[in-house]
């Protein structure tokens, strides 16, 4: 643990701190199981430290009265996080044994990440794989990255795409029919995942439009009400008419 006020180094190694903190660090059991018993901000956090500390599924349900179900996809998340951090200390581990003079060019060949196509295909084919699985449960190139970095080796965030990339693991894009098919929807959107390579996507050769809206995850009227906001003029823009 880094000492309050002092300063990390460069951004680089606050982000790496905060990553490792945040998997290190968990609360005795009894801070756990308080704040799993009353309803906060911060629980989802401690139920995943209580998985960590070694609760059941059924004990944590006892505690918080949430549905297994909820509780079983999250076990799911905490597997990956440990699955991820072994599968790159046990890459590490094995081949800084064999090869005590290793360097960082190395060590990213090692896991099948290096600009080059890795000579240890096996490896590479392994990484893929556990790479598909994290993205599918929703896990970002940074998160990745960050655990399979060790004391001597830093992932970049760059590494985990371009790898991505090479190896044809990109999302695809399904769309949500916003009429349920009860008629031609002209207004859908997409979602994107890893689990299914079957475009849905629309082709069009009309110029398109981005808009950005604003407002955080799941503020649907914030981000409906500024959409709304910039149609008029972007109508009167397309038609040459002065709003």
């Excluded at 609760?55 to 440990?82: C, G």
């Excluded at 929703?138 to 990255?145: C, E, H, K, L, N």
């Excluded at 655990?147 to 991505?164: M, N, Q, V, Y």
Aim: with cysteine; charged share 25%; glycine share 6%.
């Amino acid at each position: 643990m880094r000492p309050p006020g002092t300063q990390p180094a460069s951004p680089e190694q606050l982000e790496g701190m905060i990553q490792n903190e945040i998997r290190l660090a968990t609360p005795p059991r009894d801070i756990i199981q308080q704040k799993l018993v009353t309803p906060n901000a911060e629980r989802i956090f401690y139920i995943r430290h209580a998985m960590r500390a070694g609760l059941s599924v059924e004990e944590i349900h006892n505690l918080t009265k949430i549905d297994p179900w909820f509780l079983a996809q999250l076990r799911q998340l905490v597997d990956m996080e440990y699955a991820l951090l072994e599968f790159g200390s046990i890459t590490r581990t094995e081949y800084e044994a064999d090869n005590p003079k290793t360097n960082l060019q190395e060590l990213l060949e090692a896991l099948g990440l290096s600009k080059e196509p890795s000579l240890n295909l096996t490896v590479a084919t392994k990484t893929a794989e556990i790479i598909h699985s994290a993205k599918s449960l929703g896990f970002s190139d940074r998160q990745i990255a960050a655990a399979w970095s060790g004391d001597d080796l830093k992932i970049s965030e760059e590494d985990i795409r371009k790898f991505r990339i090479r190896r044809g693991l990109v999302p695809s894009y399904r769309l949500v029919d916003t009429c349920a098919a009860e008629f031609e929807a002209y207004t859908p959107y997409y979602y994107s995942t890893y689990d299914n390579q079957l475009d849905e996507v629309r082709q069009s050769d009309k110029k398109k439009i981005m808009i950005l809206g604003a407002g955080r995850t799941g503020s649907g009227r914030v981000l409906s009400s500024i959409t709304v906001a910039c149609m008029p003029p972007l109508r009167c823009a397309r038609s040459g008419t002065k709003r």
